[in-house]
């Protein structure tokens, strides 16, 4: 057993740990840093399609204190996030207190208020703490339908880039940034591009008066009054949600996590994307919608979400509400356990 019970350990290396890392060693506080792939930039440097931009804007996703290229666009690439973040590793020698290609797979609390880790490996070492950076975009949430599908089946973490669509009847499950961006793409290379919705979103489009929505004066005003100000500047740019064949919303702007995307509505209203409401059952590959429609389709993609979980830690440590919310106090601590901390399992709004 290695005893370095006089540091911390933060497991990840995406953004959020990479900026705990780099929060730590300024204030000179003593830590190992473990991350189970090879290199820096988590779910940006392994587990995103090829097309991919952020939604988010490059000045409202950027590290307040180490600001993206300027040559970056309003709405950076895959790979010009995973490169900014190897940039921001190496810019502040994070690197050294990294072990790539080190999994942990148990994390267990002692009496003394220490904590016992394991990796893949088997090694076990005893720490003063734990730091849980391990991100919320990898423990697939697939939905669950009456019937048997006889095409393909993927969850949109398997999509990673256009060929996997390319002259297939598309049919892609929900209605979040990453469902809008794939059933686009679907739009653009498939024979048929198909939109199941179980009930009305929010969408909005990326750019407002020629500026990223997230940089929207109107965000910067009490909820009640960002609300009113975007309904309005919604119902003079967009519309209504009816006109381009979708429900319409069943809650309050920012009660849940808006979508942002200029191209599904230029796909729905150019006939690219037939919208559907929620699935019904399955008959070979026949979908049956609950509004009696069907569609004959060969992909389902099921961008679904995620489950917030922490496979290495005791089942129920860390309480998860509706499978993607971890109930931590201030955002990051637990009121039954000291020296562990939780960050970044919420849905922020913007970057």
């Not at 009456?146 to 929900?174: A, C, M």
């Amino acid at each position: 057993m290695k005893d370095c019970s006089d540091k911390f350990l933060i497991i990840g290396a995406g953004p959020c740990g990479l900026g705990v890392a780099k929060a730590l060693k300024e204030d000179g506080i003593l830590y190992d840093q473990a991350e189970a792939d090879d290199d820096v930039g988590g779910n940006w440097y392994h587990g995103v399609y090829e097309s991919v931009h952020i939604i988010s804007s490059r000045k409202t996703t950027e590290y307040p204190d180490f600001p993206m290229p300027s040559e970056y666009p309003d709405f950076p690439s895959r790979q010009q996030m995973s490169d900014y973040y190897r940039i921001y590793a190496d810019e502040f020698g994070l690197r050294e207190n990294i072990e790539f290609n080190t999994k942990i797979v148990r994390c267990l609390p002692l009496e003394n208020e220490t904590w016992e880790i394991e990796t893949s490996s088997g090694e076990k070492r005893i720490y003063q703490g734990v730091i849980i950076c391990n991100g919320h975009h990898w423990d697939k949430r697939f939905p669950n339908y009456e019937g048997d599908f006889s095409g393909e089946i993927i969850h949109s973490k398997d999509y990673k880039k256009s060929d996997q669509l390319k002259n297939k009847r598309v049919l892609v499950i929900g209605g979040g940034n990453s469902a809008c961006d794939i059933a686009s793409e679907a739009a653009r290379v498939s024979s048929e591009a198909h939109l199941s919705l179980r009930r009305g979103y929010w969408f909005l489009p990326k750019t407002l008066f020629g500026q990223p929505s997230a940089e929207s004066f109107a965000l910067y005003l009490p909820v009640f009054l960002q609300r009113a100000i975007l309904r309005v500047m919604l119902k003079i740019v967009v519309g209504k949600y009816e006109d381009y064949g979708l429900q319409r919303p069943d809650h309050k702007l920012f009660e849940h996590h808006p979508t942002v995307s200029s191209e599904i509505l230029h796909y729905l209203k150019h006939g690219r994307i037939t919208p559907h409401k929620d699935i019904k059952n399955f008959d070979g590959k026949t979908v049956n919608f609950i509004d009696g429609s069907k569609a004959e389709i060969d992909l389902i993609v099921c961008a679904t979400g995620f489950y917030v979980s922490f496979p290495f830690l005791p089942e129920g440590l860390v309480k998860v509400k509706n499978g993607n919310i971890a109930q931590v106090y201030a955002g990051s601590v637990l009121p039954d356990y000291k020296n562990i901390y939780v960050f970044g399992t919420q849905q922020v709004r913007y970057g």
